[in-house]
């Protein structure tokens, strides 16, 4: 299956470059793409200077810090228009290690429709994470299991592998989360879709060089998007089925 691997980045320089070289070494035949927001560090040159010498590797510049969101919508939409069969979401810090997308891959193979790198299907795994911010996450989690109801353990997961189809079927320009909240909007469309959803286990590693773009303003949207997504659910206003398929 073509695969294109959509990161977006915002002063990922010392990052990286690191990442697509573990993700070339796998020797997959993966594209990746890189969604850069202008970064001051200049991140975009240095996807650039590898995009000279490595044909599987695109950029998408953008003219400021547009969020989250649209940058996985316009890389999605930029992937899918170059045939990409499945698109995986990745972040750029390294936090997630490219060594699992083998089995995000193989899960798709294997029939699911969306595979999520799970840091909570099998207990806690999370590298260098203080106990406060772990609780917080799980918190995050549950919150969003009890207001939506979607099964899923690692609903604000953001290394996932979706297949074309998905993709196209939740009306990429319909999803309105900016935040990391687009994370918990993209499998909640899947879900009530009727698409499979399946969680594989991996290690999270907080990130080694740079700083969180963890931000007030996407903490608030996360408290409330979850309840705009259900009452939308409710009174139909997106016409999701009313029975989805549970994840495994």
Known sequence: MDTTIVTPT?????NI??????IMKLDLGLQVLV??????????????????????????????KLGLGTAYVQGFTRALAEGAEVVVSMDADLSHDPQYLPDLLAAIGEGADVAIG????????????????IALSKAANRYVRLVTGMPVKDATAGFIAYRRAVLEAVDLPRVRSNGYCFLVEMKYRAWRSGFR?????????????????????????AAWKPWALRLRTVVGKEGWRQTAPRSE
Do not use: M
Request: hydrophobic share 40%; aromatic share 6%; with cysteine.
């Open 10 to 14: 915002y002063n990922e320089r010392e």
């Open 17 to 22: 470059a690191a990442l697509i070289a573990a």
């Open 35 to 64: 969604v850069d927001d202008h970064s001051p560090d200049g991140t975009g040159d240095v996807v650039r200077e590898l995009a000279a010498r490595h044909p599987g590797i695109g950029l998408l510049e953008r003219p400021g």
């Open 118 to 133: 799970s840091r909570y299907v099998s207990g806690v795994s999370c590298v260098n994470w203080p106990f406060r911010r």
């Open 197 to 221: 959803l399946v969680e594989v286990p991996i290690v999270f590693v907080e990130r080694r060089v740079g700083g969180s773009k963890l931000g007030k303003r996407v903490i608030l949207e």
